[in-house]
């Protein structure tokens, strides 16, 4: 019997559609956190099949280009490396190519997010 698919849903700024219907349509439970510190945990306890999160861009920080560097770190210490969905801004785009050099394990999606994209991203998973 195949173990249940579970979505974190990482959202800190927002300002895009509610997905969870379609994650749940897609036969993931989702869970969702507001907080990277927060996504860490459940990352760790979950061990989420898939995980669609934010791109923000923090140019302030000498070896981080962005939130999501602490989330790849925790992830490598998973056996299993979950599909990973990132949504970004147009402008931040060569900002998340780097990011994409140092860690290819996730795909992006520019904003608007596509819903036709998204979920075929996700049915990757499946």
């Known amino acids: 019997m195949p173990a249940e698919k579970t979505l974190l849903s990482i959202i800190e700024l927002g300002g895009y559609p509610n997905f969870a219907p379609m994650y749940e349509q897609l036969g993931y439970q989702v869970k969702v956190a507001q907080q990277m510190r927060k996504a860490l945990k459940y990352v760790k306890n979950l061990q989420p099949t898939a995980i669609v999160a934010e791109f923000n ?63 075929a991203c996700l049915s990757l998973t499946q």
């Not at 302030?60 to 790849?72: H, I, K, M, T």
């Not at 990132?86 to 900002?95: M, T, W």
């Open 57 to 119: 861009y923090q140019p302030d920080f000498r070896e981080r280009v962005s939130n999501l560097e602490s989330l790849f770190a925790t992830l490598q210490s998973l056996p299993d490396m979950p599909n990973i969905v990132v949504f970004y801004e147009l402008p931040h785009q060569a900002a998340v190519q780097k990011l994409q050099q140092r860690y290819d394990v996730f795909q992006a999606l520019s904003y608007p997010v596509n819903e036709a994209q998204l979920r």
